[in-house]
């Protein structure tokens, strides 16, 4: 069993920044790529951001310029700086351990809430 342990949502005010981690009980190389994905409320989930085993990454269009995914495969995680925050980006952020190479699986974390409000 995969288990992803998001942490670093919080408030914040719009233009403000935030960090979240995600802990893997795997190594991240275990998957074809890693990611973030938010929902919401009232709306789909929707991918944020991911990286690739090879370090290959790709953003939704609107966190370009603003949100980095990086990781640290020593520590088995993966991070989202998110900077220049907007209301409209307010939603629980899920981590995403995507295609695992055995089994093809996919995991999600519990994730974690991010609030942008003055």
């Known amino acids: 069993q995969v288990q992803l342990v998001e942490s670093g949502g919080g408030l914040v ?3 403000g920044s935030l960090r979240l981690s995600c802990e893997v009980s795997r190594s991240i190389f275990d998957f074809a790529a890693m990611g973030w994905h938010r929902r919401a409320p009232g709306n789909q989930r929707e991918v944020v951001t991911e990286i690739t085993y090879d370090g290959r990454t ?7 310029g603003r949100f980095t995914i990086s990781r640290d ?3 088995n995680s993966i991070y ?3 900077d ?8 629980v952020y899920y981590c995403v351990a995507k ?5 093809k699986g996919t995991y999600f974390g519990q994730g974690t ?3 942008v409000s003055s």
């Open 80 to 82: 989202l700086q998110m």
């Open 73 to 75: 495969e020593t520590k």
């Open 113 to 115: 809430q991010v609030t």
């Open 58 to 64: 790709n953003y939704a269009d609107f966190v370009k």
């Open 99 to 103: 295609n695992e190479w055995a089994t």
């Open 84 to 91: 220049s925050l907007k209301p409209e980006d307010t939603a």
């Open 13 to 15: 005010q719009p233009g």
